[in-house]
């Protein structure tokens, strides 16, 4: 179950836009919901929509298919709330490159295997206008090597060491680490004094 | 770091491994579930098709969308997502084989008051369930934490949580209680003196002759509101008191099995030369009856104290004390007493227990509501309900002009349609009162002890109770 992520590989999708916060990346209503399987289709609910709820040209109405998310500063600030990344994955993102992202954003990210990385403003435009103008070309977003790979070139970006380790190494994922642990969390359990052992 | 406390010596029990990330694998010992937080979780186990790893440590009720009118009960619940938050807890419960108290069981109620009644929650366990006030069952020296849904997830699929130890600080409470003042009141006074922020990164210890002197009920009162004051966790070093709660309860062993379990708690409990990361001490001796004036459980003071003015703070308690004079209509220098109320709301995982009924019962006989307000009692349990009404004490709620509920969570939190409206001023025995949190954000909460809610709901206005012949 343990799996090692290097690096993603796809179309990009550029959403603009400084302090987008994760009550706008998923509307607080759709929070009632007694599941995530439905979180993709609200990501970015209100903001593809217009008054009338007509769909707008939102890049999530437009960029069918992409998994490369390109955005600007402090990401996914406000609510710690999980169902964010939860709703950005379920709508198909694997990978987000940002000029820099929310701390708990960011941890929530990691927990479900999706690297975040930074470059400077200028990189950041110069790849959403790339990706405006070709939308169907392929983006390579290196964890390993930390860079972005696009229009046959590469550009440098900034991977969070804790972040690199856990996603090269198959870290990332706390609830598959412990669940190999399954016999020795059994062997612990029968030795308390409140647990009949088997 | 601190060492030979119960925190630590549970903690080190518990421990599985030490993961990647610098935290603990921990096995956790008991995890209560409710309808809110546990469905998408079991729907993240479905997906990587995994089972409920324990199943047998692990118990479910119902508590915060449940309605507690009892004409509203029947099923399916008007509410269309309350009945289908319930469906899912009923099915993901029966598929996994995990104990169920639903509405039909008769012992249906808010988890943090089912787990110590039917004796599931011991000392030395680590408990977790989907709820920031599971601190409560530290009352039972147990290492009792709230956690997200993705750790629901966790504690499902491996029995345990990633978890960070946090630092210790023995909370000494020294001195006597005055008639009229409760273990509620000692709460809102550490509170009031350690702040909001106060605990973050600690788990608390409660000790002291005051804490010594406490009931089971009193002590999870005072446990249940250390989140309130920002740390994770908070216990007390089990006693014969603990020992007595829980014997012949039914989830309690008996005979050997017993014994040999009580030999193990005082085993546990801290031991004398332990040492805490932080010690402070709070003097509970001449403690006034406590009032919040504000927005969080902090802006405390005694009944018969002033309230304070936002010139007495700096900084961020500065503002939250301006945001608090205007929210609340108060004006400081003058004390609570008299400040007029419209609804009276006793019950919550803080003071919905048997002992919280019948102090507020002493106060109540005799007299009637004011006719101006809205007076709700709420059970915290159908079995704190069932005995209640064995001992008479609803029929004197009853006499008195209080609605007499079934359990749940009710207007805690206002889940389950129970709601202030406007404006309203709410005299409350529950834990929070930031704004909106009863279901109307222009709503208006004082957080009390529940004699001090019976009081006002006899006064329609803040009262002390010690003017209330008899009180105790
Ligand atoms: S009574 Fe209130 S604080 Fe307690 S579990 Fe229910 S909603 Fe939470």
Redesign the interface.
């Known amino acids: 179950m343990v799996r090692s992520i290097t690096r993603v590989t796809g179309t990009g999708i550029p959403v603009r836009g400084d302090d987008i916060d994760t009550d706008q990346i998923v509307p607080a209503r759709f929070l009632k919901e007694i599941t995530f399987d439905d979180m993709g289709e609200y990501a970015f609910y209100d903001a593809r929509r217009d008054d009338e709820g007509n769909l707008n040209d939102h890049p999530f109405n437009e960029y069918h298919g992409a998994n490369i998310l390109v955005v600007n500063d402090n990401f996914g600030c406000g609510s710690s709330r999980e169902h964010a990344p939860q709703a950005l994955m379920r709508w198909g993102i694997r990978a987000i490159v940002g000029e820099s992202f929310a701390e708990i954003f960011r941890d929530n990210c990691k927990s479900l295997g999706i690297p975040t990385v930074t470059a400077d403003t200028d990189t950041v435009d110069r790849l959403q206008s790339f990706i405006e103008s070709n939308p169907e070309a392929g983006i390579e977003v290196d964890i390993e090597e930390e860079r972005v790979v696009y229009d046959g070139s590469e550009v440098g970006a900034g991977v969070d060491p804790s972040m690199k380790e856990a996603l090269v190494e198959g870290k990332w994922d706390t609830t598959a680490l412990m669940y190999q642990n399954l016999p020795e969390t059994r062997k612990v359990a029968n030795e308390l004094p409140y647990i009949d052992a088997e | 770091m601190s060492s030979g406390t119960l925190y630590d010596k549970v903690w080190d ?5 030490d ?3 610098g ?1 603990d ?1 921990l ?1 956790i ?1 008991l995890h209560l579930m409710h309808e809110v937080t546990s ?2 979780a079991f ?2 186990l479905r997906e ?1 098709d ?1 089972d409920v ?2 199943p047998e ?1 692990t118990l479910a009720t119902t508590d915060h969308i449940i309605p507690t009118d009892p004409a509203e009960r029947d099923r399916p619940f008007e509410d269309e ?1 309350a009945e ?2 319930l469906q ?1 807890l009923e099915s993901n419960v029966e598929e996994a084989g995990i104990d169920f108290y639903g509405l039909e069981s008769g012992k249906q109620g808010i988890a943090h008051v089912v787990g110590p009644e039917l004796g599931a929650t ?1 000392p ?2 680590t408990i977790v369930c989907g709820d920031s006030h599971t601190s409560t069952h530290g009352a039972f020296g147990a290492v009792a934490m709230g956690i ?3 750790q629901i ?2 504690v499902l ?4 949580i ?1 978890a960070e130890k946090m630092d210790v600080r023995r909370v000494e409470v020294t001195g006597e209680l005055s008639d009229g003042v409760a273990p509620k009141d000692v709460i809102l006074h550490i509170i009031g003196q350690l702040g909001v922020d106060g605990g973050v990164g600690h788990v608390y210890e409660y000790g002291g002759e005051a804490i010594e002197a406490m009931d089971m009920e009193g002590r999870l009162s005072v446990c249940n509101m250390s989140i309130e004051g920002g740390a994770r966790a908070g216990y007390v070093n089990p006693d014969q008191t603990t020992y007595d709660y829980l014997e012949g309860r039914q989830y309690a062993p008996e005979g050997d099995e017993w014994n ?2 009580v030999a ?1 708690w005082e085993t546990i409990s801290s031991d004398p030369d332990a040492e805490y990361d932080d010690v402070v001490t709070v003097d509970a001796d001449g403690l006034d009856p406590m009032v919040t004036w504000g927005i969080n459980p902090g802006q405390v003071t005694g009944i018969t104290e002033p309230i304070p003015s936002p010139d007495d703070f700096d900084g961020k308690d500065r503002k939250n004390a301006e945001d608090a004079v205007e929210h609340m209509e108060i004006t400081p220098g003058e004390t609570m007493e008299g400040y007029e109320v419209d609804v009276a709301f006793l019950g919550t995982c803080t003071n919905g227990r048997v002992s919280d009924f019948r102090r507020a019962a002493e106060i109540l006989e005799g007299n009637t509501v004011d006719e101006g307000v809205r007076a709700l009692a709420v059970p915290g349990s159908e079995t704190v309900r069932t005995r209640c009404e064995e001992e008479g004490i609803d029929q004197i709620f009853k006499d008195a002009g209080f609605q007499w509920r079934q359990a749940g969570c009710s207007m805690c939190l206002a889940m389950n349609g129970d709601s202030l409206e406007g404006d309203e001023v709410c005299a409350s025995s529950s834990n929070r009162n930031f704004i909106g949190r009863q279901g109307s954000k222009e709503g208006r909460t004082v957080l009390m002890s529940p004699a001090m809610v019976a009081a006002a709901a006899v006064e329609g206005e803040i009262a002390d109770v010690r003017s209330f012949g008899g009180a105790n």
């Open positions: 029990r518990h421990k599985v491994a993961l990647p990330d935290r694998q096995f010992g469905p998408q729907g993240m990587r995994i790893a324990f440590r997502q289908t938050m899912a011991q030395g366990q997200g849904t993705s997830r966790d699929a491996t029995g345990c990633a040999r379990l193990d």
